[in-house]
């Protein structure tokens, strides 16, 4: 069941009109204008069907992987192409965990190379037969793509092998990213081919396609889009090295969920966000989200299992009863370690066979009563590294072999010839431990293969004399730096570089009591059992559903240009605020209340000179002239900084250190919003403050006559955040009895008086303006952070009492777009200060005209 669309581009090539069962609804278009949904194209995407909607509609999920899980060969009597599936492929498994009811659609690539001339009726093939969307990848780009961007940098990187030198991974490459970008977006053309966005989920796999989500996103935006990343994740220090470090961050922020197999792989994909793009996330009830522009992206962490049911099925086949009784005769009366790895660099055969080596000079009791059976799988790159490890592998067997082993025995059997499945199952069914040393690996699940094998069936254990009854025994050594380490609790956990204790844990393996080795199996096998990739791929798919649950209540904005696209998910009321619109409603109105933030607003955030300019206080002065308006300015700011910055505004009202202190205007005196008895707090939080200061550099105290703030701004981001969260519960444990609060807020820990806060200023203002018979009929109301969340909530209460007029027109506006209790939002400052000047430049024109007596309204401006 595909699009129209797709069916037009079939009709096009073959010029026939393939049946394909059914018509699917029509797709939903994009937002193109800020607020609206629109029925207009955007002219660079490609054109959707435009048949009726239909009045049913089925769930998908859309599969895209690098490769199809399909298997391709040429018949040898008429060279036509034969496709089957692939059983081993992961993403054929998964399809286990997905229901029956869900149809699954694959998009990918063909591992073979299918001539331009054959693509269209092999593409009509796959589609009606096997439900594949085949992405057909010029040679030379599919080059550049693979053995380039994704093997030679993103690879190695992931890895932690850092381009130190052209021998170690090649320095970077811009055109093999250009050929990156360009299968991404070929494979994002294919899945727009036959997506219907309203029902389907799309559920990307791997590095190989980390950019898919911005291509996806920015035609769909409120597309269902999972990505799970096989691989690991590097630590910062060691991902800041890569030269589109900003571009791959912000195109998996474009998914709904990110799946990691480790914590750890997550944990370094968080700091990578807070550090390089200053975001933060946060866990809530199991669950860890990133806020994105207004959008929640989940981070699901659960590694991989395997398919029991192919491993069970396998173990029943005659060939494999066959294979293992000729495994028994060959490798009689020894004990076999087995070792199952591809041959690249950071898989650890070598540093295995080191191992070994150890292990026979220090125990020389084991020769000739161990073997080390060693599969080498070929590698999936290539390239220098690869042959020196196939070098140094076949000399390192060679040696260890013409040393220790003797005629007709060899203490390390090196297989690096293709298997059947059913010839490495046997493997795993004779061998007493899988060694498991790899320096870097994803997931690997070898281990999990191996368990499950070591349960064998009655067969089996006929075919081994074992007792069919008896509990079944199986020793892991796996590697710490391994995916499947944590999970695999009763293995022996190595550091693979470490060569004697490799050896000694090789030595503890062969040693250890049967019944210890029963006890580990059966909790091993309970895990894996029960964690299968079914359970994986069902997990997932409830966490996307959760994740996309309010997809359809956000309206949504697309912003940016190409990679560094994002969308903005906000309330369907929330819009921009004009200048028309507000003076407008400025000009006939009598009594205003206009409210205003200062850094942010008035002033470039993170400026180091935070003095108001020219251009900005002659505006405030302005709007102060006007008889209807009455000015406040809100700010953490002291008092005595505010009185100097606008000792020129002589009819500005003040408040400083958010709202605590309140002056109306310069010729009265400052008063509080709040009385308190004292301040001995400080001499309770401060000390704690400084301590805190000492140990974390870049941190600073600043001290205000209500607060005291904590800033880690300046500090490291993973470190100060931390003792951030250690310093709150420090202060709110010593400061419980006193009349004060602990808050964190971006890169501070603020304490202050209960109650204080910029929503108190909003409160006195309307208040006083009620009780002057004054009551507003217009309010305007900008701020830039949290801390004008207060504000925004007082303003939008207050429409439904009685300080305002009846008619009043309120506008809570904020900086940017993003969530916020505001209901409008402007762009950036430069739209502040023009919509000030023209609220400035009509009230001028009003006086001109109609000189008005004095009345009272408001306008606050906050920091």
């Known amino acids: 069941m595909v699009s129209r669309s797709y069916s037009n581009l079939l009709d096009l090539a073959s010029g026939d009109s393939p049946s394909f069962g059914g018509e699917r609804k029509r797709f939903p278009r994009v937002a193109t204008v800020p607020g609206l949904l629109s029925e207009v194209d955007d002219e660079t995407c490609n054109s959707v069907g435009s048949e009726a909607p239909s009045s049913v509609s089925q769930e998908r999920m859309i599969i895209v992987g690098n490769q199809l899980p399909l298997r391709a060969h040429r018949n040898e009597d008429n060279g036509e192409w034969c496709f089957s599936w692939d059983e081993d492929s992961l993403l054929l498994q998964l399809k286990d965990g997905l229901g029956e009811d869900l149809e699954v659609i694959y998009v990918g690539c063909l591992k073979e190379q299918v001539a331009l001339n054959e693509q269209d009726d092999v593409a009509q093939t796959l589609l009606e037969t096997f439900k594949c969307v085949p992405a057909f990848i010029p040679p030379e780009l599919f080059t550049k793509f693979y053995h380039g961007f994704c093997k030679q940098h993103l690879w190695p990187l992931f890895h932690y092998m850092l381009p130190l030198s052209p021998d170690l991974g090649g320095r970077f490459d811009r055109s093999l990213w250009q050929a990156y970008v360009s299968v ?174 150890q292990l026979l000079m220090q125990h020389p009791e084991n020769r000739g009563e161990v073997v080390l059976v060693q599969i080498a799988n070929p590698a999936r790159g290539r390239g220098r590294d690869v042959q020196e490890v196939q070098s140094e592998t076949y000399a390192t067997v060679k040696r260890i072999n013409n040393r220790f082993g003797r005629p007709g025995y060899d203490l390390v059997v090196l297989i690096d010839t293709p298997l059947q499945l059913y010839e490495r199952i046997a493997y795993y069914v004779i061998a007493e431990c899988c060694l498991v040393t790899a320096v870097r690996d994803g997931m690997n699940l070898i281990p999990y293969e191996y368990i ?314 309307l208040t006083t303006m009620r009780q002057k018979g004054k009551l507003p009929d217009f309010v305007l109301c900008i701020g830039d952070d949290r801390s004008d969340e207060d504000m925004f909530e007082v303003i939008m209460r207050a429409k439904t009492s009685p300080r305002l007029s009846p008619v009043a027109e309120v506008f809570a506006c904020t900086v940017g777009q993003k969530p916020s209790k505001a209901k409008y939002y402007v762009e950036d400052r430069s739209e502040i200060l023009r919509m000030l000047q023209a609220l400035a430049n009509a009230s001028e024109q009003a006086a001109k005209t109609a000189p008005t007596p004095a009345s009272c309204g408001g306008l606050i401006i906050n920091r």
């Open 184 to 357: 991404n977006k070929i494979f994002a053309d294919k899945v727009m081919e036959v997506i219907s966005p309203d029902d389907d989920y799309v559920w990307v796999h791997d590095y190989h396609l980390m950019v898919l989500p911005t291509f996806l996103r920015k035609r769909f935006n409120r597309v269902k889009l999972g990505f799970f990343l096989h691989s690991p994740f590097p630590s910062s220090e060691i991902y800041r090295t890569l030269p589109v470090r900003d571009e791959i961050l912000r195109a998996l922020l474009n998914s709904d969920l990110i799946g990691f197999h480790t914590f750890d792989y997550a944990r370094h994909f968080l700091s990578c966000c807070g550090r390089m793009l200053g975001l933060s996330y946060q866990s809530k009830r199991g669950y860890i989200g990133l806020e994105y522009y207004g959008r929640t992206v989940s981070i699901k962490i659960l590694p991989v299992g395997i398919h029991i049911g192919q491993h069970q099925s396998v173990l029943n086949l005659p060939e494999t009863a066959a294979k293992v009784a000729e495994l028994r005769d060959q490798f009689r009366g020894q004990t076999v370690m087995l070792g199952v790895d591809d041959m690249d660099i950071f898989k650890g055969i070598s540093l295995k066979l080191l191992a070994m080596e």
């Open 452 to 765: 499950i094998c070591r349960q064998g069936n009655e067969k089996l254990d006929e075919t081994l004399g074992l007792d069919p009854s008896a509990p079944k025994k199986s020793m892991l050594v796996v590697s710490e730096f391994i995916g499947c380490s944590p999970s695999l609790s009763g293995a022996i956990r190595v550091n693979p570089w470490n060569i004697d204790a490799v050896a000694e844990a090789m030595d503890s393996a062969l040693i250890v009591s049967e019944a210890e080795k029963q006890l580990r199996h059966e909790k091993h096998y309970r895990y894996v059992s029960t964690h299968d990739v079914a359970y994986w791929a069902r997990s997932f798919l409830q966490d996307l559903e959760r994740a996309c649950g309010d997809h359809l209540r956000r309206r949504c904005w697309g912003i940016g240009f190409g990679l560094g696209f994002r969308v903005i998910a906000l309330d369907p009321n929330f819009r921009k605020l004009s200048v028309e619109h507000i003076v407008s409603a400025y000009r006939r109105t009598k009594n205003r209340a206009i409210l205003l933030d200062y850094d942010g607003t008035l002033m470039p955030t993170g400026s180091l000179n935070t003095t108001p300019n020219i251009e900005a206080v002659g505006t405030l002065n302005n709007l102060c002239q006007d008889p209807k308006n009455v000015v406040f300015l809100v700010s953490r700011k002291d008092r005595k900084i505010l009185t100097e910055w606008f000792s020129c505004c002589k009819k500005l009202g003040l408040a400083a250190e958010n709202g605590y202190f309140i002056r109306p205007n310069h010729d009265s005196d400052w008063e509080t919003c709040l009385s308190l008895p004292d301040f001995d707090w400080k001499q309770i939080a401060e000390p704690v403050m400084k301590l805190y200061t000492e140990t974390t550099d870049g941190s600073t105290i600043e001290t205000k006559e209500s607060a005291l703030v904590w800033n880690y701004l300046y500090a490291d981001p993973d470190f100060g955040f931390c003792q951030a969260k250690e310093l709150l519960d420090h202060l709110e444990s010593v400061l419980a009895n006193e009349p004060v609060s602990v808050k964190s807020g971006q890169h501070v820990v603020e304490v202050k008086p209960q109650g204080v806060n910029k929503g108190l200023v909003a409160e006195h203002l």
